[in-house]
């Protein structure tokens, strides 16, 4: 729990490092023609917008997940307004 607390608190650049070396990616999907990259770090999930859509690139944007629940609703939500 502290260490959710404390991630969102370290600059971008250390959030990034942080990533690279110890999270875990799930995966990529498009969202706007945008590459969304999808982390897990220990017990919270992070999406990355990469410059250029390349994971070699610095990140644009940074979106954390403190739970399953808080990613799924945040998926679900995302998933109705571009269907409907």
């Not at 023609?33 to 990140?59: A, G, T």
Request: glycine fraction near 4%; avoid cysteine.
């Amino acid at each position: 729990m502290l260490f959710k607390w404390g991630f969102k608190y370290f600059s971008l650049a250390k959030q990034l490092d942080y990533l690279r070396n110890h999270g875990i990616m799930l995966g990529s999907r498009m969202r706007n023609d945008r590459k969304v990259f999808l982390y897990m770090v220990k017990s919270f999930f992070v999406e990355v917008v990469y410059k250029n859509d390349s994971i070699e690139k610095e990140p644009e944007h940074l979106e954390i997940f403190n739970s399953l629940n808080n990613l799924n609703h945040y998926l679900e939500k995302e998933f109705k307004t571009s269907v409907f």
